[in-house]
């Protein structure tokens, strides 16, 4: 409805949940497939949860711009902000680095992207930030006797998890008996 009534310059925000972003089916996706179409997302901005004091589920604003045709930047502010007590509830607040990030179009390591609807597309129209951050290996070099070290050690753990594991499982079937 929002979509279909906004004027030729028109532009909104939309709180959805966060699960809505990446839905792989159903009306999130065609909802998502349309605004990349029609060309009118500005951004979107995975907030962190608590944001709103009296419940604890993770949303994301959609901001709607049909004058936007050019890039869509978007944020994972998931991470972001301060936790306060407010009575019996917890809320938390942000910064304005969402904010000058939005307006700004910038791209920040780890924290937003600017992507173009041709990108969007081609990531099956998720507009979840961390879908599109580059993901980084970095690479030490060990000699042979570090590597043999490390690889004891997980072994000796992997060893300990299955006698632990036995142990459970042993526990189990006597439980059930």
């Given at each position: 409805?929002?979509?279909?009534?906004?004027?030729?310059?028109?532009?909104?925000?939309?709180?959805?949940?966060?699960?809505?972003?990446?839905?792989?089916?159903?009306?999130?996706?065609?909802?998502?497939?349309?605004?990349?179409?029609?060309?009118?997302?500005?951004?979107?901005?995975?907030?962190?949860?608590?944001?709103?004091?009296?419940?604890?589920?993770?949303?994301?604003?959609?901001?709607?711009?049909?004058?936007?045709?050019?890039?869509?930047?978007?944020?994972?502010?998931?991470?972001?902000?301060?936790?306060?007590?407010?009575?019996?509830?917890?809320?938390?607040?942000?910064?304005?680095?969402?904010?000058?990030?939005f307006n700004n179009k910038?791209?920040?390591?780890?924290?937003?992207?600017?992507?173009?609807?041709?990108?969007?597309?081609?990531?099956?129209?998720?507009?979840?930030?961390?879908?599109?951050?580059?993901?980084?290996?970095?690479?030490?070099?060990?000699t042979h006797e570090e590597?043999?070290?490390?690889?004891?050690?997980?072994?000796?753990?992997?060893?300990?998890?299955?006698?632990?594991?036995?142990?459970?499982?042993?526990?189990?079937?006597?439980?059930?008996?």
């Amino acid at each position: 409805h929002i979509m279909h009534t906004l004027s030729e310059k028109g532009k909104a925000a939309i709180v959805v949940p966060t699960g809505f972003i990446t839905a792989q089916s159903g009306i999130e996706k065609k909802i998502r497939e349309k605004m990349v179409a029609e060309k009118m997302l500005s951004g979107v901005v995975s907030m962190p949860s608590n944001i709103f004091a009296t419940t604890g589920t993770n949303v994301s604003i959609l901001f709607l711009n049909k004058a936007n045709k050019g890039d869509v930047v978007l944020i994972d502010a998931s991470k972001l902000g301060t936790t306060v007590k407010e009575g019996k509830n917890q809320k938390t607040l942000l910064s304005s680095l969402i904010i000058d990030t939005f307006n700004n179009k910038v791209a920040k390591e780890d924290f937003s992207v600017v992507v173009s609807y041709e990108d969007i597309k081609a990531k099956n129209y998720s507009l979840s930030a961390g879908q599109y951050f580059e993901v980084k290996i970095d690479y030490v070099d060990i000699t042979h006797e570090e590597f043999t070290a490390k690889l004891n050690g997980f072994e000796e753990n992997l060893k300990g998890l299955f006698t632990e594991s036995k142990v459970l499982e042993k526990e189990i079937e006597n439980n059930l008996k």
